[in-house]
């Protein structure tokens, strides 16, 4: 073992206890840090099941996912059946979903957090499960969407609500 790390140790053991608890906060505070980037795991399409509907997951553009805050994921095949599963807190309530990632649309495959997201809700767009809503990350991309696909924009708290009503 190395000098350093035995001559700190050893003064950790023979210092005052409020050294010691002050240590052991910065230990706690470092494996919080690591532990807090929990990131969604790549959808295997063509082979996941929608963890709310049971279809097998295909389309790129449309599958989105829910990461717990022990790092858990959930994948859907589309944001409606994300966000359907999600309000309904059957299995996860919403105080354990760390969060909440959506494919965009105008880069297929490629998650992004689902509340920064800019939406699409078109007839056009024929999403898997009907509510025809698709994520963009940026706005430009959101913006061209409504006019390629003559839909309206929305956020996430809209697509929420209509997601829900759906």
Known sequence: MNSRIVTWLLRILVASPLVIVAH?????????????DLQPAPI?????????????ITDKQYGSEIVTTTGKTYAFDAVECMLSWYASEGVVKMNQVHSLWV?????????????SACYVASEELHSPMGLNVAAFSSSADCDAAVTTY?????????????????
């Open 24 to 36: 052991l906060a910065m230990v706690a505070l470092a494996a919080l840090v690591a532990c807090s």
């Open 44 to 56: 295997d399409y063509g082979s996941a099941q929608c963890t709310s509907c049971k279809m097998t």
């Open 103 to 115: 494919s965009d649309h105008a880069h297929p495959g490629t998650l992004i957090d689902a509340k």
């Open 150 to 166: 003559s839909g309206t924009k929305h956020t996430y708290t809209t697509v929420l609500e209509m997601a829900k009503e759906h």
